[in-house]
């Protein structure tokens, strides 16, 4: 996992990305993402209680994130954004898991909870970088 600080100015980066060149599903998908690691940050349990029992506040951001997220993929003409839900739904599950096994170790539940975000990412590039050269396409064909 890359530190908080390299997150954040990759967010950044994505974020703005998406802002130059998306459409309404990637600016979506990424107002989704960013609002969701802006929560996260709040309702983290303190450190030397994180990830011991499941991280509730956590849950329920991540169950909107997911609800957020089928929105757009159900709205959508693409397929990419089906993608970011199932990773979600992913995340989602590492914290049934952590409900179904309470021994479950610690630094096994961040890690899966955490993991999840970067594919998502790297699927909002993606689509992205597939929607900018779409609209750009159309732009150059020529109207009948």
């Not at 130059?20 to 990424?30: H, I, Y």
């Not at 849950?59 to 990773?87: C, K, T, Y």
């Amino acid at each position: 996992m890359l530190s908080p600080l390299a997150y954040w100015i990759l967010l950044l980066a994505v974020s703005a990305f998406a802002l130059s060149r998306g459409s309404r599903d990637e600016r979506l998908v990424m107002s989704i993402i960013v609002a969701a690691s802006v929560l996260t940050v709040l309702v983290y349990s303190p450190p030397t209680e994180r990830f011991e029992g499941m991280e509730t506040g956590l849950f329920m951001v991540d169950v909107a994130a997911l609800a957020g997220f089928v929105g757009v993929a159900l709205m959508s003409s693409r397929f990419w954004p089906l993608w970011v839900a199932g990773f979600q739904l992913t995340s989602v599950m590492s914290h049934a898991m952590k409900a179904i096994h309470w021994d479950l170790i610690p630094r096994v539940y961040a890690a899966a909870e955490r993991f999840w975000i970067y594919p998502m990412l790297l699927a909002l590039i993606v689509g992205t970088w597939r929607a900018h050269r779409r609209n750009s396409a159309a732009e150059l064909t020529p109207a009948t």
